[in-house]
């Protein structure tokens, strides 16, 4: 077999903003890389095939699920977590509304949530109700039943368009 | 559970990708999106592969009209498609397919090379590129040869892709002026595979027709088509319902999924204006 197969790959990423050098094995995918090997356990491996959303990280600006995607090809990335995007206060108003409308009861989603609704509303301003729910499918959350979240990504919508 | 991989390397360019393969003893597997191979790689399904990601191999992406054909790079991932200004003017039935396929996450990573090769039955762009009557390029050790959208479908997960070669792009005829190019589908939520589903193209040269989630390869519906090339919308859904061979399964029967077929190939006759019949 050849040897230009690897089966420990190393990498250089930014993570939250800070430079991380690491090697790790082949099949080790994202998620694992973030919470275990760097202790990054806000995000969670949960359903480990891409059904649930509770892994959802950003990486080069896009929300992505982190149990579908290697560490090996995170090369190079810019990843972001729930933990950066807290410290830097990115997603304060977002999280705001998220206990201000009660919209997480255990919290094991909430990571994930948080990620898919900045993208939404990143990528549109002013979503429609069933837009964001439809959104939000790839998302599951069993303690809410959506409703709350639904009117917490509403609110800060209208909120960042000045129109509350 | 976690994935297991035999080894990871990482493809400069086609030629590279070609040669890593050539080495890997036919264990060589191809990672493109990482949206169905992860997945099955972590639940076990597929283990030690020596994986070669094709990912960043910048010339496998976009999108571009050549002549009067269109043509998508492999790699082009389902969110670029879909918000993609060539596609939505010159072929907008993959436009439409990309809201019903996944959830954002997994669109912003899964490539409609991937998703071709991957041939699952139930999945939207290999409806997609049947009804379109796309040709898929391949590139092997031995050279580049084409497959029509026709014979690329071989089983459940089955394509013409041969060990070694890898799928670079697929082209098309540019829509004309006038086509109709419709996708309709039943889902029981947003985002899951379609229980059924049909893709509906009428240009010049007749309508096209092709059924997902209906049988073990995505189906082209000719009898259903030559009805609906005389007009005749009824016999058309008597035809179709006679030609599908769907699965019975957990979510729906196969007496279920022939019956939407057929509501859906009457919805789309009414939307583009024809006689109910
Ligand atoms: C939760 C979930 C829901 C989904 N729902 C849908 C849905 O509703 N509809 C739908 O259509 N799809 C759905 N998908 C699948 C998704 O569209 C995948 O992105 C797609 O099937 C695979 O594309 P990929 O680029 O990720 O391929 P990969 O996962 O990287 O590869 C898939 C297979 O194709 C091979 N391959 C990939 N690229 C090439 C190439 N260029 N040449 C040769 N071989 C290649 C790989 O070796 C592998 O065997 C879903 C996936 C998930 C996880």
Known sequence: MSDVFRNKVDITLTVNGEEVEARVPAGRHLIDFLRLDLGLTGAHASCEHGVCGACTVKVDGDAVRGCLMLAAQADGAEVWTIEGMSDTGAIRDLQDAFVTRNALQCGFCTPGMLVACEELLTRDALPERDEIRDYLSGNYCRCTGYEAIVDAVEDVAKARRGLT | MKASAGGYARA?????????????????????????????????????????????????????????????????????????????????????????????????????????????????????????????????????????????????????????????????????????????????????????????????????????????????????????????????????????????????????????????????WEEIGGESA
């Open chain 2, 12 to 268: 400069r360019d086609l030629s590279h990708a070609l040669d890593l393969l050539a080495d890997a003893d036919g264990m060589g597997r191809v990672l493109a999106g990482g949206q169905s191979l992860i997945a099955a790689m972590n639940m076990r399904l597929s283990t030690g592969d020596m994986l070669v990601d094709i990912s960043r191999i910048s010339d496998l992406s976009g999108v571009s009209v050549q002549g009067r054909r269109l043509r998508i790079g492999a790699l082009t991932r389902h969110a670029e498609l879909g918000r993609d200004a060539l596609i939505a003017r010159h072929a907008p039935l993959l436009a439409q397919a990309v809201n019903h396929i996944a959830h954002a996450a997994i669109r912003n990573r899964g490539t409609i090379g991937g998703a071709l090769a991957h041939a699952d039955p139930a999945a939207e762009f290999p409806a997609c590129v049947l009804a379109l009557d796309a040709v898929l390029h391949l590139e092997g050790p031995e050279g580049s040869r084409e497959v029509r959208a026709e014979d690329f479908f071989v089983d459940v997960f089955e394509t013409a892709i041969a060990e070694g070669e890898i799928l670079t792009a697929i082209s098309m005829p540019l829509a004309e002026p006038d086509e109709v190019q419709m996708l309709k589908e039943v889902a029981r939520r947003s985002g899951d595979y379609a229980l059924a589903g049909l893709c509906f193209v009428r240009r010049a040269g007749g309508v096209r027709l092709s059924v997902l989630g209906a049988g073990s390869t995505p189906l082209l519906a000719r009898a259903a088509m030559a009805r609906l090339d005389m007009e005749d919308i009824g016999g058309a859904v008597a035809a179709l319902r006679g030609e599908l061979n769907p699965p019975s399964d957990t979510q729906a029967t196969a007496a279920y999924r022939r019956h939407i077929a057929g509501v859906l190939l009457r919805r789309i």
